[in-house]
């Protein structure tokens, strides 16, 4: 991330907006301190996980700047989050481990439309069946590429997400349109009984 990011990414502006507006819509309508295990990919500084911490969805992390990975393992190992330094692209998790894997404003931070959909369907592999993948992030703008000038970034079209999603064989995908973010939810369909 650029400078910019890193400064905004912990500021009480960004917190304030992630706290009133953007994280109660991402995950409106989920039970999250029923959902554990969680894993957060692309937590950053970490306010995100905070939320989720104070909404009982204490989550595992995965982060791949090393530095802001373990500036947060420092901050919130102590309440029991768990932070791993490493590529939402390649997990180094076993299939199956977590109940939700939540992404907020981090998947345009993958800097090719192949990583993406790598990464979607790592996601599907690390969730349990009937599993959720949830999660929001920005479309493209001007706005957004200012804040990205010397960084990498590929902004996702949400109208594609529903195919990009079902060929990483999520189901039941959902996703809403608010202004210049979108939210999204897949599922792994549960597993068949014979
Ligand atoms: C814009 S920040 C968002 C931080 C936080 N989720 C929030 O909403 O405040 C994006 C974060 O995703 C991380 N990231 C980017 N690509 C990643 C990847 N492939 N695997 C894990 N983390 C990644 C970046 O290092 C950065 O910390």
Redesign the pocket.
């Given at each position: 991330?650029n400078r910019f990011?890193h400064w905004y990414?912990r500021s009480g502006h960004?917190r304030l907006k992630?706290q009133s507006e953007?994280l109660p819509w991402a995950v409106n309508g989920l039970q999250l301190a029923a959902m554990a295990p969680a894993l957060?990919?692309?937590?950053?500084?970490?306010?995100?996980t905070e939320w989720l911490c104070e909404h009982g969805a204490g989550p595992a992390c995965?982060?791949?700047?090393p530095g802001?990975a373990l500036d947060l393992r420092r901050r919130l190992g102590a309440a029991g989050v768990r932070v791993y330094i490493?590529?939402?692209?390649q997990m180094p998790f076993d299939e199956g481990r977590f109940s939700i894997v939540l992404?907020?404003?981090?998947l345009h931070?993958?800097p090719s439309r192949a990583?993406q959909d790598r990464?979607f369907r790592e996601a599907y592999r690390v969730l349990q069946p009937g599993g959720i993948l949830a999660g929001v992030d920005s479309s493209d703008s001007w706005l957004l590429r200012l804040f990205h000038i010397g960084d990498r970034m590929l902004p996702l079209v949400p109208s594609e997400l529903p195919a990009r999603l079902e060929a990483a064989n999520f189901a039941n995908v959902q996703i809403d349109i608010r202004g210049e973010r979108f939210r999204f939810l897949a599922y792994r369909p549960p597993a068949r009984v014979h």
């Open positions: 991330m990011h990414c960004w992630l953007i957060e990919i692309g937590p950053g500084p970490g306010l995100t995965l982060e791949i700047d802001l490493g590529d939402a692209t992404a907020f404003t981090m931070h993958i990583l990464m």
